[in-house]
């Protein structure tokens, strides 16, 4: 299953080497939820706390279960502007 996932607010070194500057497509299992995709990428586990995750433009939880083709981006809740 292939979804992207779009990173922001700091998030980026987080991405894949092959990433675009925010952005990567990535292969997962059916069934892996975004807090499971997010440690399979090396986010350490007390940065979870404080995201904000959106799902094809609807806010969701960690334990949101992508579908193929879904566009997950993630914002750090602590963000200077």
Not at 55 to 76: C, E, R
Request: aromatic share 6%; proline share 4%.
């Amino acid at each position: 299953m292939q979804i992207e996932m779009k990173f922001f607010s700091g998030l980026q070194e987080y991405l894949p080497e092959n990433s675009s500057k925010n952005s990567s497509r990535i292969q997962t299992s059916q069934g892996n939820s975004v807090e499971n995709i997010l440690h399979e990428l090396r986010i350490p586990s007390q940065r979870l706390s404080g995201l904000l995750i959106v799902a094809n433009g609807t806010h969701v939880k960690l334990d949101y279960v992508p579908k193929d083709g879904d566009v997950i981006s993630i914002f750090s809740a602590i963000a200077g502007g």
